[in-house]
Protein backbone atom coordinates (compact mmCIF):
# COMPACT_ATOMS: atom_id res chain seq x y z
CA UNK A 1 0.00 0.00 0.00
CA UNK A 2 1.11 3.55 -0.58
CA UNK A 3 0.15 5.83 2.49
CA UNK A 4 -1.05 9.22 1.99
CA UNK A 5 -2.51 11.91 4.53
CA UNK A 6 -6.59 10.90 5.55
CA UNK A 7 -8.30 13.24 7.66
CA UNK A 8 -9.15 11.80 10.66
CA UNK A 9 -12.84 11.80 10.39
CA UNK A 10 -11.93 9.73 6.98
CA UNK A 11 -10.81 7.17 9.14
CA UNK A 12 -13.14 6.89 10.97
CA UNK A 13 -15.59 6.54 8.25
CA UNK A 14 -13.19 3.84 6.56
CA UNK A 15 -13.26 1.73 9.91
CA UNK A 16 -17.00 1.65 9.82
CA UNK A 17 -17.13 0.52 5.97
CA UNK A 18 -14.87 -2.46 7.00
CA UNK A 19 -17.78 -4.79 7.10
CA UNK A 20 -19.07 -3.79 4.01
CA UNK A 21 -16.75 -4.85 1.91
CA UNK A 22 -16.31 -1.51 -0.30
CA UNK A 23 -14.69 0.54 1.56
CA UNK A 24 -10.91 1.04 2.44
CA UNK A 25 -9.17 1.25 5.83
CA UNK A 26 -5.97 0.70 7.02
CA UNK A 27 -3.94 -2.23 5.00
CA UNK A 28 -2.34 -4.98 6.64
CA UNK A 29 -1.60 -6.44 3.56
CA UNK A 30 1.01 -3.66 3.33
CA UNK A 31 2.29 -3.36 6.63
CA UNK A 32 2.42 -6.45 7.53
CA UNK A 33 5.89 -8.55 7.13
CA UNK A 34 4.37 -11.64 7.32
CA UNK A 35 2.08 -10.98 4.30
CA UNK A 36 5.02 -9.76 2.14
CA UNK A 37 7.54 -11.84 0.73
CA UNK A 38 11.14 -10.10 0.83
CA UNK A 39 12.85 -11.65 -1.99
CA UNK A 40 12.10 -12.32 -5.46
CA UNK A 41 11.35 -16.33 -6.44
CA UNK A 42 14.07 -17.77 -8.13
CA UNK A 43 14.11 -20.73 -10.70
CA UNK A 44 10.77 -21.62 -11.13
CA UNK A 45 10.15 -25.34 -11.35
CA UNK A 46 9.96 -26.54 -15.11
CA UNK A 47 6.58 -25.11 -16.55
CA UNK A 48 4.32 -29.31 -16.56
CA UNK A 49 4.15 -30.21 -19.81
CA UNK A 50 0.67 -29.46 -21.88
CA UNK A 51 0.22 -27.12 -19.02
CA UNK A 52 -0.71 -23.20 -18.19
CA UNK A 53 0.98 -22.18 -14.63
CA UNK A 54 -1.56 -19.74 -13.65
CA UNK A 55 -5.00 -19.13 -14.84
CA UNK A 56 -6.45 -15.78 -13.41
CA UNK A 57 -9.69 -14.96 -13.27
CA UNK A 58 -12.11 -11.57 -12.73
CA UNK A 59 -16.04 -10.63 -13.06
CA UNK A 60 -16.51 -9.40 -16.67
CA UNK A 61 -19.41 -9.38 -17.10
CA UNK A 62 -22.75 -9.09 -14.55
CA UNK A 63 -26.28 -10.95 -16.08
CA UNK A 64 -29.65 -9.02 -15.20
CA UNK A 65 -30.36 -11.42 -12.18
CA UNK A 66 -27.01 -10.27 -10.60
CA UNK A 67 -27.23 -6.92 -11.40
CA UNK A 68 -30.50 -6.71 -9.47
CA UNK A 69 -29.87 -8.90 -6.56
CA UNK A 70 -26.41 -6.83 -6.54
CA UNK A 71 -28.67 -3.56 -6.63
CA UNK A 72 -31.00 -5.03 -3.90
CA UNK A 73 -28.71 -6.25 -1.41
CA UNK A 74 -26.17 -2.92 -1.87
CA UNK A 75 -28.84 -0.62 -0.89
CA UNK A 76 -29.77 -2.57 1.93
CA UNK A 77 -26.69 -2.82 3.64
CA UNK A 78 -26.16 0.98 3.00
CA UNK A 79 -29.24 1.49 4.82
CA UNK A 80 -28.24 -0.62 7.50
CA UNK A 81 -24.58 1.28 8.18
CA UNK A 82 -26.28 4.62 6.88
CA UNK A 83 -29.20 4.76 9.98
CA UNK A 84 -27.03 2.86 12.55
CA UNK A 85 -23.53 5.34 12.59
CA UNK A 86 -22.43 7.87 14.79
CA UNK A 87 -21.18 10.03 12.00
CA UNK A 88 -23.89 11.40 10.37
CA UNK A 89 -24.14 10.19 7.02
CA UNK A 90 -26.75 10.51 5.24
CA UNK A 91 -28.51 8.34 2.88
CA UNK A 92 -28.28 10.70 0.10
CA UNK A 93 -24.39 10.43 0.48
CA UNK A 94 -23.86 6.82 -0.41
CA UNK A 95 -23.87 5.25 -3.73
CA UNK A 96 -26.04 2.38 -4.01
CA UNK A 97 -25.16 2.37 -7.80
CA UNK A 98 -21.50 1.44 -6.79
CA UNK A 99 -22.02 -2.54 -7.71
CA UNK A 100 -22.18 -1.02 -11.64
CA UNK A 101 -18.16 -0.42 -11.01
CA UNK A 102 -17.55 -4.22 -10.61
CA UNK A 103 -16.92 -5.33 -13.78
CA UNK A 104 -14.70 -2.75 -15.21
CA UNK A 105 -12.55 -2.21 -11.96
CA UNK A 106 -12.37 -5.66 -11.62
CA UNK A 107 -11.30 -6.03 -15.75
CA UNK A 108 -8.70 -3.48 -15.08
CA UNK A 109 -7.11 -4.67 -11.96
CA UNK A 110 -6.67 -8.21 -12.96
CA UNK A 111 -5.04 -7.15 -16.08
CA UNK A 112 -2.52 -5.21 -14.05
CA UNK A 113 -2.14 -8.46 -12.09
CA UNK A 114 -1.57 -10.49 -15.05
CA UNK A 115 1.04 -7.97 -16.52
CA UNK A 116 2.55 -7.87 -12.84
CA UNK A 117 2.74 -11.54 -12.87
CA UNK A 118 4.36 -11.76 -16.62
CA UNK A 119 7.53 -10.61 -14.80
CA UNK A 120 8.39 -13.56 -13.17
CA UNK A 121 7.74 -16.07 -15.27
CA UNK A 122 7.13 -16.41 -19.33
CA UNK A 123 3.92 -14.39 -20.16
CA UNK A 124 2.82 -17.63 -22.28
CA UNK A 125 2.40 -19.62 -19.11
CA UNK A 126 -0.47 -17.29 -17.91
CA UNK A 127 -4.02 -17.48 -19.42
CA UNK A 128 -7.13 -15.27 -19.14
CA UNK A 129 -10.50 -16.30 -18.16
CA UNK A 130 -13.05 -13.81 -17.34
CA UNK A 131 -16.16 -15.40 -15.67
CA UNK A 132 -19.60 -13.56 -15.32
CA UNK A 133 -21.73 -13.05 -12.54
CA UNK A 134 -25.05 -15.33 -12.11
CA UNK A 135 -27.52 -15.83 -9.55
CA UNK A 136 -28.89 -19.38 -8.71
CA UNK A 137 -31.42 -20.18 -6.08
CA UNK A 138 -30.93 -16.98 -4.44
CA UNK A 139 -26.45 -17.03 -4.33
CA UNK A 140 -24.13 -15.58 -7.13
CA UNK A 141 -22.59 -18.15 -8.66
CA UNK A 142 -19.86 -17.50 -11.54
CA UNK A 143 -20.22 -18.50 -15.06
CA UNK A 144 -17.04 -18.90 -17.17
CA UNK A 145 -16.65 -17.06 -20.30
CA UNK A 146 -13.45 -18.43 -21.31
CA UNK A 147 -12.24 -21.55 -19.85
CA UNK A 148 -9.26 -23.28 -21.39
CA UNK A 149 -9.26 -26.84 -21.84
CA UNK A 150 -5.77 -27.88 -21.08
CA UNK A 151 -4.55 -27.32 -17.25
CA UNK A 152 -3.70 -24.73 -14.62
CA UNK A 153 -1.36 -25.37 -12.06
CA UNK A 154 -2.80 -22.29 -10.19
CA UNK A 155 -5.92 -20.11 -10.21
CA UNK A 156 -6.11 -16.38 -8.67
CA UNK A 157 -9.77 -15.20 -8.82
CA UNK A 158 -9.54 -11.55 -8.34
CA UNK A 159 -12.85 -9.20 -7.49
CA UNK A 160 -12.36 -5.72 -6.71
CA UNK A 161 -15.23 -3.71 -4.38
CA UNK A 162 -15.89 -0.78 -5.85
CA UNK A 163 -15.62 2.60 -4.17
CA UNK A 164 -18.63 3.34 -1.91
CA UNK A 165 -19.29 6.30 0.03
CA UNK A 166 -17.06 8.64 -1.51
CA UNK A 167 -16.84 8.80 -5.23
CA UNK A 168 -13.66 10.66 -5.38
CA UNK A 169 -11.12 8.86 -3.35
CA UNK A 170 -9.11 6.73 -5.82
CA UNK A 171 -7.98 3.35 -4.23
CA UNK A 172 -8.16 -0.20 -5.23
CA UNK A 173 -9.93 -2.52 -2.52
CA UNK A 174 -8.88 -6.24 -3.60
CA UNK A 175 -10.36 -10.08 -2.50
CA UNK A 176 -9.42 -12.73 -4.14
CA UNK A 177 -8.80 -16.50 -3.64
CA UNK A 178 -5.48 -18.71 -5.00
CA UNK A 179 -6.24 -22.23 -5.54
CA UNK A 180 -4.35 -25.33 -6.81
CA UNK A 181 -5.93 -28.54 -7.20
CA UNK A 182 -7.80 -30.77 -4.40
CA UNK A 183 -5.27 -33.19 -4.87
CA UNK A 184 -2.05 -31.09 -4.58
CA UNK A 185 -3.27 -29.68 -0.98
CA UNK A 186 -6.17 -32.02 0.41
CA UNK A 187 -6.45 -30.19 3.74
CA UNK A 188 -7.59 -27.43 2.59
CA UNK A 189 -9.24 -29.01 -0.41
CA UNK A 190 -6.74 -27.32 -3.23
CA UNK A 191 -7.21 -23.55 -1.54
CA UNK A 192 -4.04 -21.91 -0.69
CA UNK A 193 -4.71 -18.46 -0.36
CA UNK A 194 -7.56 -16.34 0.20
CA UNK A 195 -9.28 -12.74 1.34
CA UNK A 196 -11.51 -11.85 3.09
CA UNK A 197 -10.20 -13.64 6.38
CA UNK A 198 -13.60 -13.78 7.80
CA UNK A 199 -15.07 -16.15 5.38
CA UNK A 200 -13.77 -19.46 5.23
CA UNK A 201 -15.00 -22.60 2.41
CA UNK A 202 -17.54 -23.85 1.41
CA UNK A 203 -18.05 -27.22 2.94
CA UNK A 204 -16.67 -30.34 1.50
CA UNK A 205 -15.62 -33.63 1.51
CA UNK A 206 -12.42 -35.13 0.96
CA UNK A 207 -13.34 -37.71 -1.79
CA UNK A 208 -15.09 -34.69 -3.54
CA UNK A 209 -11.99 -32.32 -3.07
CA UNK A 210 -9.44 -35.30 -4.46
CA UNK A 211 -11.30 -35.30 -7.96
CA UNK A 212 -11.46 -31.46 -8.09
CA UNK A 213 -9.14 -29.38 -10.58
CA UNK A 214 -7.78 -26.31 -9.94
CA UNK A 215 -10.55 -24.49 -11.93
CA UNK A 216 -13.24 -26.12 -9.96
CA UNK A 217 -11.93 -25.73 -6.33
CA UNK A 218 -14.41 -24.21 -4.05
CA UNK A 219 -13.30 -20.89 -3.11
CA UNK A 220 -15.18 -18.50 -0.44
CA UNK A 221 -17.97 -16.06 -1.42
CA UNK A 222 -15.49 -12.99 -2.85
CA UNK A 223 -18.88 -10.47 -2.52
CA UNK A 224 -19.97 -12.27 1.14
CA UNK A 225 -22.31 -10.28 2.97
CA UNK A 226 -23.77 -9.04 -0.24
CA UNK A 227 -26.26 -12.13 -1.20
CA UNK A 228 -29.25 -13.58 0.21
CA UNK A 229 -28.09 -16.90 1.57
CA UNK A 230 -24.62 -17.36 2.56
CA UNK A 231 -22.67 -20.74 2.07
CA UNK A 232 -21.79 -23.35 5.28
CA UNK A 233 -18.22 -22.48 6.07
CA UNK A 234 -16.21 -24.91 7.37
CA UNK A 235 -14.33 -23.85 10.53
CA UNK A 236 -11.75 -26.66 10.29
CA UNK A 237 -9.83 -25.43 7.09
CA UNK A 238 -6.25 -25.51 8.71
CA UNK A 239 -4.73 -21.77 8.20
CA UNK A 240 -1.58 -19.74 8.16
CA UNK A 241 -1.13 -16.41 9.07
CA UNK A 242 1.18 -15.23 6.48
CA UNK A 243 3.48 -16.34 3.00
CA UNK A 244 4.69 -18.51 1.55
CA UNK A 245 1.98 -20.57 -0.09
CA UNK A 246 1.87 -24.02 1.01
CA UNK A 247 -0.01 -26.86 0.19
CA UNK A 248 -2.01 -27.81 3.31
CA UNK A 249 -2.47 -24.55 5.17
CA UNK A 250 -4.43 -21.76 3.39
CA UNK A 251 -3.17 -18.22 4.10
CA UNK A 252 -5.69 -16.05 5.37
CA UNK A 253 -5.01 -12.38 4.11
CA UNK A 254 -6.71 -9.73 6.26
CA UNK A 255 -8.20 -6.69 4.60
CA UNK A 256 -6.20 -6.22 1.54
CA UNK A 257 -6.63 -2.37 0.02
CA UNK A 258 -3.96 0.28 -2.37
CA UNK A 259 -4.19 3.87 -2.37
CA UNK A 260 -1.97 5.65 -4.70
CA UNK A 261 -0.12 9.12 -4.56
CA UNK A 262 -1.99 11.63 -6.47
CA UNK A 263 1.81 11.83 -8.98
CA UNK A 264 1.49 8.52 -9.51
CA UNK A 265 -2.51 8.57 -10.45
CA UNK A 266 -0.72 11.91 -12.59
CA UNK A 267 1.60 10.08 -14.27
CA UNK A 268 -0.92 7.02 -15.34
CA UNK A 269 -3.54 9.25 -16.42
CA UNK A 270 -0.88 10.54 -19.06
CA UNK A 271 -1.72 9.30 -22.54
CA UNK A 272 1.82 8.23 -22.68
CA UNK A 273 1.89 6.35 -19.95
CA UNK A 274 3.61 2.70 -20.56
CA UNK A 275 1.60 0.67 -18.44
CA UNK A 276 4.49 -2.67 -19.89
CA UNK A 277 6.77 -0.68 -17.86
CA UNK A 278 5.31 2.12 -15.26
CA UNK A 279 2.73 0.12 -13.54
CA UNK A 280 2.93 0.88 -9.66
CA UNK A 281 0.67 -1.36 -7.52
CA UNK A 282 2.85 -2.72 -4.26
CA UNK A 283 -0.86 -4.68 -3.36
CA UNK A 284 -0.90 -6.93 -6.43
CA UNK A 285 2.97 -6.63 -6.85
CA UNK A 286 3.16 -8.34 -3.81
CA UNK A 287 0.22 -11.29 -4.66
CA UNK A 288 2.03 -11.56 -8.13
CA UNK A 289 5.23 -12.61 -6.13
CA UNK A 290 3.78 -14.80 -4.18
CA UNK A 291 1.53 -16.15 -6.47
CA UNK A 292 4.84 -17.19 -8.70
CA UNK A 293 7.06 -18.17 -5.41
CA UNK A 294 3.72 -20.68 -4.50
CA UNK A 295 4.80 -22.58 -7.82
CA UNK A 296 8.14 -23.68 -6.00
CA UNK A 297 5.88 -25.39 -3.58
CA UNK A 298 3.04 -27.18 -4.43
CA UNK A 299 3.53 -30.66 -6.51
CA UNK A 300 3.36 -29.94 -10.09
CA UNK A 301 1.94 -33.59 -11.03
CA UNK A 302 -0.70 -33.58 -8.42
CA UNK A 303 -1.72 -29.65 -9.16
CA UNK A 304 -2.77 -31.08 -12.89
CA UNK A 305 -3.03 -34.67 -12.64
CA UNK A 306 -7.35 -34.47 -12.64
CA UNK A 307 -7.20 -31.75 -15.63
CA UNK A 308 -5.08 -33.62 -17.50
CA UNK A 309 -7.23 -36.70 -17.45
CA UNK A 310 -10.44 -34.36 -18.06
CA UNK A 311 -7.64 -33.23 -21.51
CA UNK A 312 -6.73 -36.08 -22.42
CA UNK A 313 -10.24 -37.72 -22.69
CA UNK A 314 -11.27 -35.10 -25.40
CA UNK A 315 -8.94 -36.76 -27.46
CA UNK A 316 -9.02 -40.56 -26.64
CA UNK A 317 -11.64 -41.40 -23.72
CA UNK A 318 -10.35 -45.04 -23.55
CA UNK A 319 -6.85 -43.83 -23.47
CA UNK A 320 -8.14 -41.55 -20.25
CA UNK A 321 -9.13 -44.23 -18.61
CA UNK A 322 -5.97 -46.29 -18.43
CA UNK A 323 -4.44 -43.34 -17.71
CA UNK A 324 -6.64 -42.55 -14.54
CA UNK A 325 -6.22 -46.60 -13.74
CA UNK A 326 -2.42 -46.71 -13.33
CA UNK A 327 0.66 -46.30 -14.78
CA UNK A 328 0.34 -46.70 -19.24
CA UNK A 329 2.53 -48.81 -21.62
CA UNK A 330 5.28 -47.16 -23.68
CA UNK A 331 2.89 -47.18 -26.74
CA UNK A 332 0.13 -44.87 -24.33
CA UNK A 333 2.89 -42.92 -23.51
CA UNK A 334 3.54 -42.04 -27.00
CA UNK A 335 0.30 -40.88 -27.08
CA UNK A 336 0.12 -38.98 -23.97
CA UNK A 337 3.25 -37.29 -25.26
CA UNK A 338 1.93 -35.93 -28.28
CA UNK A 339 -1.32 -34.94 -26.80
CA UNK A 340 0.95 -33.13 -24.67
CA UNK A 341 2.31 -31.51 -27.87
CA UNK A 342 -1.29 -30.56 -28.83
CA UNK A 343 -1.77 -29.03 -25.03
CA UNK A 344 1.30 -26.50 -25.69
CA UNK A 345 0.10 -25.55 -29.03
CA UNK A 346 -3.52 -24.88 -27.78
CA UNK A 347 -2.20 -23.07 -25.18
CA UNK A 348 0.45 -20.89 -27.22
CA UNK A 349 -2.57 -20.26 -29.21
CA UNK A 350 -4.30 -18.55 -26.24
CA UNK A 351 -1.26 -16.71 -25.20
CA UNK A 352 -1.28 -14.88 -28.47
CA UNK A 353 -4.77 -13.97 -28.05
CA UNK A 354 -4.41 -13.42 -24.55
CA UNK A 355 -1.21 -10.50 -24.99
CA UNK A 356 -3.63 -8.83 -27.25
CA UNK A 357 -6.33 -8.42 -25.05
CA UNK A 358 -3.79 -7.14 -22.38
CA UNK A 359 -2.32 -4.59 -24.71
CA UNK A 360 -6.04 -3.66 -25.43
CA UNK A 361 -7.25 -3.90 -21.37
CA UNK A 362 -3.71 -1.53 -20.38
CA UNK A 363 -2.78 0.36 -22.77
CA UNK A 364 -5.77 1.20 -25.47
CA UNK A 365 -8.43 3.10 -24.79
CA UNK A 366 -10.23 1.01 -22.06
CA UNK A 367 -7.10 1.48 -19.61
CA UNK A 368 -6.44 4.90 -20.88
CA UNK A 369 -10.55 6.08 -20.08
CA UNK A 370 -9.92 3.45 -16.74
CA UNK A 371 -6.25 5.53 -15.48
CA UNK A 372 -7.78 8.96 -16.77
CA UNK A 373 -11.47 8.34 -14.72
CA UNK A 374 -9.18 7.75 -11.65
CA UNK A 375 -7.37 10.49 -11.96
CA UNK A 376 -10.30 12.45 -11.89
CA UNK A 377 -11.50 10.96 -9.14
CA UNK A 378 -8.32 11.80 -7.35
CA UNK A 379 -8.43 15.52 -8.43
CA UNK A 380 -11.91 15.98 -7.19
CA UNK A 381 -11.01 14.34 -3.79
CA UNK A 382 -8.14 16.51 -3.50
CA UNK A 383 -9.81 19.98 -4.68
CA UNK A 384 -13.32 19.88 -2.51
CA UNK A 385 -12.15 17.42 0.26
CA UNK A 386 -13.28 19.97 2.90
CA UNK A 387 -16.82 20.13 1.44
CA UNK A 388 -19.90 18.13 2.42
CA UNK A 389 -20.31 15.02 1.44
CA UNK A 390 -23.58 15.85 -0.80
CA UNK A 391 -21.70 18.50 -2.27
CA UNK A 392 -18.71 16.93 -3.17
CA UNK A 393 -20.60 13.60 -4.94
CA UNK A 394 -22.60 16.10 -6.73
CA UNK A 395 -19.51 17.95 -8.10
CA UNK A 396 -17.85 14.73 -8.91
CA UNK A 397 -20.30 13.25 -10.51
CA UNK A 398 -20.74 16.01 -12.62
CA UNK A 399 -17.12 16.21 -13.34
CA UNK A 400 -16.81 12.89 -14.45
CA UNK A 401 -19.92 11.96 -16.43
CA UNK A 402 -18.24 15.38 -18.79
CA UNK A 403 -15.07 14.33 -18.56
CA UNK A 404 -13.96 17.74 -17.30
CA UNK A 405 -12.15 16.76 -14.45
CA UNK A 406 -9.60 14.37 -16.43
CA UNK A 407 -9.61 15.36 -19.72
CA UNK A 408 -10.92 13.31 -23.31
CA UNK A 409 -12.03 9.95 -22.56
CA UNK A 410 -11.91 10.20 -18.60
CA UNK A 411 -15.88 9.55 -17.86
CA UNK A 412 -17.43 7.02 -16.62
CA UNK A 413 -19.54 6.41 -19.77
CA UNK A 414 -16.27 5.26 -21.70
CA UNK A 415 -15.55 2.88 -19.49
CA UNK A 416 -18.98 1.29 -19.64
CA UNK A 417 -19.33 1.90 -23.53
CA UNK A 418 -15.95 -0.75 -23.05
CA UNK A 419 -17.99 -3.40 -21.05
CA UNK A 420 -20.96 -3.25 -23.27
CA UNK A 421 -20.11 -6.01 -25.37
CA UNK A 422 -19.12 -8.08 -22.68
CA UNK A 423 -22.42 -7.36 -21.09
CA UNK A 424 -24.15 -8.09 -23.94
CA UNK A 425 -22.12 -11.62 -24.70
CA UNK A 426 -23.57 -13.15 -21.50
CA UNK A 427 -26.94 -14.31 -22.96
CA UNK A 428 -24.47 -16.61 -24.79
CA UNK A 429 -23.24 -18.80 -22.43
CA UNK A 430 -25.62 -21.65 -22.88
CA UNK A 431 -22.34 -21.71 -25.60
CA UNK A 432 -19.06 -21.47 -24.10
CA UNK A 433 -17.26 -21.07 -27.75
CA UNK A 434 -19.36 -18.09 -28.51
CA UNK A 435 -19.20 -16.53 -25.15
CA UNK A 436 -15.54 -16.72 -25.63
CA UNK A 437 -15.33 -15.13 -28.71
CA UNK A 438 -17.48 -12.25 -27.98
CA UNK A 439 -14.84 -11.91 -25.02
CA UNK A 440 -11.98 -11.93 -27.44
CA UNK A 441 -13.92 -9.62 -30.43
CA UNK A 442 -14.72 -7.31 -27.78
CA UNK A 443 -10.95 -6.15 -27.70
CA UNK A 444 -10.78 -4.51 -31.23
CA UNK A 445 -10.41 -5.96 -34.81
CA UNK A 446 -6.46 -5.89 -34.35
CA UNK A 447 -6.90 -9.09 -33.12
CA UNK A 448 -8.27 -10.09 -36.37
CA UNK A 449 -4.83 -9.15 -38.03
CA UNK A 450 -2.65 -11.47 -35.57
CA UNK A 451 -1.29 -14.69 -37.06
CA UNK A 452 -3.70 -17.30 -35.77
CA UNK A 453 -1.24 -20.22 -35.81
CA UNK A 454 0.02 -23.21 -33.52
CA UNK A 455 3.10 -24.91 -34.04
CA UNK A 456 3.40 -28.40 -33.20
CA UNK A 457 6.53 -29.79 -33.01
CA UNK A 458 6.93 -33.42 -32.73
CA UNK A 459 9.76 -35.92 -33.73
CA UNK A 460 11.69 -33.41 -35.48
CA UNK A 461 8.65 -32.30 -37.65
CA UNK A 462 6.88 -29.20 -37.56
CA UNK A 463 2.97 -28.92 -38.33
CA UNK A 464 1.41 -25.26 -38.24
CA UNK A 465 -2.30 -25.51 -37.60
CA UNK A 466 -4.29 -21.83 -38.93
CA UNK A 467 -7.29 -21.13 -36.99
CA UNK A 468 -8.80 -17.58 -36.73
CA UNK A 469 -11.09 -19.34 -33.35
CA UNK A 470 -10.59 -21.89 -30.69
CA UNK A 471 -13.75 -24.15 -32.40
CA UNK A 472 -11.31 -24.49 -35.46
CA UNK A 473 -8.02 -24.84 -33.56
CA UNK A 474 -10.12 -28.04 -31.39
CA UNK A 475 -10.94 -29.36 -34.73
CA UNK A 476 -7.60 -29.21 -36.74
CA UNK A 477 -6.14 -30.36 -33.14
CA UNK A 478 -8.33 -33.47 -33.08
CA UNK A 479 -7.66 -34.20 -36.92
CA UNK A 480 -3.96 -34.47 -36.14
CA UNK A 481 -4.52 -36.95 -33.30
CA UNK A 482 -6.78 -38.92 -35.95
CA UNK A 483 -4.29 -38.97 -38.45
CA UNK A 484 -1.56 -39.81 -36.49
CA UNK A 485 -3.60 -42.86 -34.39
CA UNK A 486 -6.57 -43.39 -35.93
CA UNK A 487 -10.08 -42.55 -36.18
CA UNK A 488 -11.56 -44.62 -33.90
CA UNK A 489 -9.28 -43.72 -30.97
CA UNK A 490 -10.37 -39.92 -31.29
CA UNK A 491 -13.18 -38.91 -28.74
CA UNK A 492 -14.84 -35.63 -28.80
CA UNK A 493 -12.73 -31.94 -29.46
CA UNK A 494 -15.27 -29.57 -28.21
CA UNK A 495 -14.75 -27.05 -25.69
CA UNK A 496 -15.00 -27.88 -22.06
CA UNK A 497 -17.58 -25.87 -20.08
Known amino acids: MLERDIPSWRLAVLALCVGLGGCTATSFQSSNPAYRLQAEPQDLPAAVPGSARVAVRWTQATTPAAQDLLRQYWVNNYNRVIWNNPLGISESDSRPQAYQEIAPDSAYYAAEFARLLARRMPAADIVLEPLAL ?111 LEPGLAVGYPLTYETFTSAYLEKSGEAGFNAGQDLNNPTLEDLAKTVADGLSHIDAALSTQVAWGSYVGLYDPQLAQRLRAGPVPQADMVRLQFIAKLADA ?86 AQQSSQAFYQQFGSEMAARQHVAEIDYGGKVVRVQADNLDKLYTELGRLYQARFGAAAAGKTASRK
Open 134 to 244: DVQDGRYVYRPLVRNRFPAQMVVDLWVAPNTFSAVMAYMRATFSVSTAGLASAPTCGVLAFQPVSNIMPESGAADCAALEARDVPHPDLIHGFSSSDPKFSASLPLKPGVP
Open 346 to 431: ERAWVAVQDQAVLERMLDGEFGKSFRATRLAMDKAYNRQQMMGWASMLTMAGAGLASGALGGAGSGMAGLQANMTAMQTAVQYMAD
